[in-house]
């Protein structure tokens, strides 16, 4: 395998592979930034299986690790690294109830990659790392900070790739929670991150819709949440077959679709 991505040919929404987490029943006490009560468990767990069969049924292999007590928020397996076909990179997430996770999901990500890198400095959740095929952008929030930007900048040069600071909405908790590609020349993002991304096309997540703007696209499929009937009229322009996804328990905990696996 090659160190050096081929950036006209890369594309992000195309993958094979995805590493999930089962759900401790700790993760109840997940952080979140509005207490809208705990989630049920047995309902997030049932949300949790029903993301996992849709990775499969969109052609990925899934690899399930065990549950963490210690770690209430270790189902969300893509804040503490990225992954890359060509490599991944331990992160150093932002909230220090949560920076066990890294030491735990690198002997998997050991045992499935080549090249492991880690930042050492600063601060980078995974949530905050939207990939497209020209760059990598790294969104500045309360977890992700410049320093960790840089360091990440530095590790992703090591893969060939280039990364971008941007600001994060102050209304959201990961720049992922409010843009994802729709395909690899598309994103979905709400307006405030309408000139982010001068190498895309932009389409505006409905106002009154902005959780939707969490949508994961792997190749011909795209996941969204259920409930949200505006975005799915729009995504249909773009692709044919959407999946529709019940959230509601992991919403109580500010996640989403993309924050549950690590995809490459
Ligand atoms: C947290 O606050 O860290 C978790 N309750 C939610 C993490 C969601 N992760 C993501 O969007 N990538």
């Known amino acids: 395998m090659t160190m050096a991505q081929d950036t006209m040919t890369y594309s992000p929404t195309t993958f094979s592979q995805a590493i999930v987490r089962t759900p401790a029943e700790s993760v109840i006490d997940g952080l979140r930034a509005e207490d809208l009560g705990a989630p ?56 220090q109830s949560r920076a066990g996770e890294v030491a735990a ?67 959201v908790l990961h720049l992922k929670t409010a843009c994802s590609l729709i395909d690899d020349e598309t994103i979905f993002c709400v307006e405030e991150l309408a000139d982010y991304f001068p190498a895309l096309k932009t389409v505006i997540v409905p106002n009154d819709e902005r959780p939707a703007a969490n949508i994961l696209r792997l190749n011909d499929q795209l996941l969204m949440s259920a409930g949200y009937a505006k975005s799915n009229a729009i995504l249909l322009n773009y692709v044919d077959n959407i999946v529709e996804l019940p959230t509601d328990e992991i919403l109580k905990i500010d996640a989403g679709l993309s924050c549950m696996s690590l995809r490459w």
């Open 40 to 95: 049920n468990f047995e309902a997030l767990l049932k949300e949790h299986e029903t993301y996992c069969e849709a990775l499969t049924a969109a052609g990925l292999a899934v690899t399930v690790l065990p549950p963490m007590e210690a770690y209430p928020d270790s189902i969300f397996v893509e804040d503490p690294a990225l992954v890359f076909p060509q490599g991944a990179i331990l992160l150093r997430p932002g909230a």
């Open 105 to 171: 999901i690198k002997p998997c990500l050991d045992s499935k990659f080549d090249i492991v890198l880690s930042i050492t400095d600063g601060h980078v959740d995974g949530g905050d790392i939207l990939v497209t095929p020209q760059q990598v952008f790294i969104g500045l929030s309360d977890r992700t900070n410049e320093r960790g930007g840089e360091a990440l900048i530095e590790a992703l040069k090591a893969l060939g790739l280039t990364g971008t600071m941007v600001r994060t909405p102050d209304t």
